[in-house]
């Protein structure tokens, strides 16, 4: 007698643009036993005191290292949200870190019996990570509702948030490569609504 061959462990991309609502939708995976990789918490531990990844950045821009010898994100963020150059510098000392931390999550989760997970992350597209995974859910809502939001959470002003989506990839690039998309414009029961139909689409159906 043969025994059926493991279902292959897949990895599956989760974006969206700021205000979408892509990390309520990754609490929701998770209330629903998938794994979330949580690609800020990667760029995070990349550059922790001691690894090459803050070495290259302190090396670059001296100034956004602390006293205490950690980064000073706000002001590496002022260094480079309005300069290209500078954030394609950092994306290239930043991007292959997190692409290997997280491919080291992901080697885990398969060995530990996970039958899937996903990887979130803001710029999967950006970078063409979105190539390397198993499918890609993309998390989508109106540009008001999605002001509305970050207004209301960070307390900032609508002109800023409207800034903060200029500077991303427009979601109409992210919903062509996209294997399922959720549009996030209603309240949370339709959102999980909508997210077991994604499941679906991914050949994730929910259990029960």
């Known amino acids: 007698m ?10 599956i991309g989760l974006t969206g643009g700021i205000g979408t609502g892509k990390s309520t ?4 995976l998770t209330a629903r036993g998938f794994p979330v990789i949580d690609a800020d918490q990667l760029a995070r531990a990349a550059v922790e005191p001691g690894t090459p990844g803050l070495a290259d950045i302190a090396a670059a821009w001296p100034d956004v290292i602390g006293p205490d010898g950690r980064l000073d994100r706000a002001r590496l963020g002022q260094r480079v949200f309005a ?3 500078a954030r ?9 870190r997190i692409a290997a931390l997280s491919n080291q999550q992901a080697a885990a989760l398969a060995a530990a019996g996970h039958r899937a997970a996903f990887y979130e992350a803001s710029l999967l597209v950006e970078t063409g990570r979105h190539r390397d995974l198993d499918g890609l859910l993309v998390v989508d809502a109106p540009e008001d509702v999605r002001i509305a939001r970050v207004v209301s959470r960070d307390g900032t002003t609508p002109a800023a948030v409207r800034a903060r989506i200029a500077a991303q990839l427009p979601m109409t690039d992210k919903r062509r490569v ?14 999980e609504t909508q997210l077991d139909r994604a499941l679906t689409q991914l050949g994730l159906p929910p259990k029960g």
């Not at 939708?25 to 929701?28: A, T, Y």
């Not at 510098?89 to 292959?96: G, S, Y």
């Not at 996209?178 to 959102?191: E, M, V």
């Open 178 to 191: 996209a294997t399922a998309i959720i549009d996030n414009a209603g309240d949370l029961p339709a959102l």
């Open 2 to 11: 043969t025994t059926a061959p493991a279902t292959p462990f897949r990895l």
């Open 88 to 96: 394609a510098r950092l994306e290239a000392i930043l991007h292959p």
């Open 83 to 85: 300069d290209p150059t």
């Open 25 to 28: 939708v990754g609490r929701f």
